[in-house]
């Protein structure tokens, strides 16, 4: 049994002066700022409501009898960093004013054991708080919508009133990126500044290898005030919206309506692959104790822009003569056969698998005087290790406020500290860790609800 205080918390998330946990159990709880109803609970939309304790976020559509969100895995949040005051000295950022995103995955239970499955590609998605709309006025929306047009989405990112989803083709085991919301500066990446609130693909840009118009293979996406960026399986990372202050790292300052790459230096790229030579995801999940079989390597040789027609590819055994490394042994080991194995020793969190080999070029004649000399090829592959059968939580994070912090214990319990609305029930600042509770009843006392 436990007692008052929030327990089995798996992830969190924090934006100006609001938070939110998601439990293992799949339910959102949140606190703090409600400003354009970012806390989506039983509360109106008022900008002077704030909660300083978690209640649970309640759900916007009919596909459920359940009033409450549930089944979700990930939340992002993001500010849209809008300036109260342009004064030189004393500027003043409103990080309350937020758009947030829930990425939602099917959950079956086996009858038997009891297990849990999330099926990854089966994913939809939440939006609410300061959304949108197509021109571009905005709205407060308290009670998550979800977003019907998007099918199997594997992540979400939020930013500056912008939302992203990645979308996965199973049968190509490829990724699209949508993106929609806030598009000022050409942050959807769809040649427009039009702002809209469906999802819309976004463009490939110059250099991009695609089969379509649209940029593809996408495996991370992010949004900062009013830019978003991608990272390819092949390593690269494109960057679209405002540039003014160097956001998209290519040396110049100049916007953009379609994917611009960082950088422009060649690249010798390892990426892990299944057995049948696609690429696998750049984080893994393993539970204590499990083993993971890397089972082949793709090499990919990324030239540059001056020799962008030479780029190749191919996949090896991820046992011929790749060197292998992890960055925490603690956590999981690797071998030189390509097989992670995670430890049993009580230590959980993630590790970085890093690889590389030597690989001479194929001399097919439209290489040679090119490249002579073997060429060493580096990836690396994100492990993270939770603990096995019904006692596994989660893997500890930190995350900030405007003025606080938040900690995640393995044990999923919720600890924070700093000024403003902390969760423990009052609003007091603390100058230590305090734990977050469960609810706070009408009298202003903590409540204990036992949970079994």
Do not use: C
Not at 214 to 240: C, K, P, R, V
Not at 262 to 291: F, K
Not at 384 to 405: L, N
């Amino acid at each position: 049994m436990q007692g008052g205080y929030l327990h089995n918390a798996v992830s969190v998330r924090t934006a100006g002066d609001s938070v939110y946990v998601i439990k293992a159990d799949g339910t959102v709880w949140a606190w703090g700022s409600n400003m354009y109803g970012v806390l989506a609970n039983e509360t109106n939309v008022n900008n002077d409501t704030r909660r300083g304790y978690p209640l649970q976020v309640y759900k916007g559509d009919g596909y459920s009898a359940d009033k409450y969100l549930k089944n979700i895995v990930d939340i992002q949040v993001g500010a849209n960093n809008k300036e109260r005051n342009k004064r030189a000295i004393g500027t003043q950022i409103n990080l309350d004013e937020t758009t947030v995103i829930a990425l939602a995955r099917n959950i079956t239970v086996d009858d038997t054991t009891k297990d849990t499955k999330q099926y990854n590609n089966q994913g939809y998605v939440y939006v609410w708080g300061k959304v949108v709309s197509d021109n571009a006025t905005v709205n407060s929306v308290s009670a998550p919508t979800r977003e019907t047009t998007l099918e199997n989405v594997t992540a979400v990112s939020a930013g500056g009133n912008t939302v992203m989803a990645l979308s996965l083709d199973p049968d190509t085991y490829k990724h699209s990126t949508y993106a929609w919301g806030n598009n000022t500066f050409g942050q959807l990446g769809n040649n427009t500044t039009d702002s809209t609130s469906t999802p819309s693909e976004v463009l490939k840009g110059e250099n991009v290898y695609s089969d379509n118009d649209y940029i593809e293979d996408t495996i991370q996406i992010t949004n900062g005030a009013y830019f978003s960026a991608a990272m390819l399986h092949n390593g690269t990372i494109w960057a679209w919206g405002s540039n003014r202050n160097g956001q998209f790292g290519n040396n110049y300052r100049v916007n953009s309506l379609i994917p611009v790459q960082s950088g422009d230096r060649a690249a010798d790229i390892l990426t892990a692959a299944d057995n049948d030579g696609d690429s696998i995801p750049l984080v893994v999940t393993i539970t204590e104790g499990e083993t993971l079989d890397l089972g082949r390597i793709k090499y990919e040789h990324i030239p540059g822009f001056e020799f962008a027609h030479y780029a190749y590819s191919d996949v090896i055994n991820a046992n011929d003569g790749v060197t292998y490394n992890t960055s925490n042994s603690d956590v999981a080991t690797v071998n030189s056969n390509g097989v992670v194995s995670a430890n049993t020793n009580g230590i959980y969190g993630q590790t970085t698998i890093s690889f590389e080999k030597e690989i001479s070029p194929v001399n097919d004649g439209v290489y040679t005087g090119l490249l002579d000399e073997p060429i060493l090829y580096k990836g690396q592959l994100i492990v993270k290790v939770i603990k096995s059968g019904d006692d596994k939580v989660a893997i500890p994070m930190t995350k900030s406020g405007s003025s606080f912090t938040v900690a995640l214990m393995d044990n999923g319990t919720v600890w924070t500290w700093g000024s403003g609305n902390l969760g423990d029930g009052t609003s007091s600042a603390s100058y230590y860790p305090v734990q977050v509770v469960t609810s706070v009843s009408s009298t202003g006392e903590k409540e204990h609800i036992l949970i079994i």
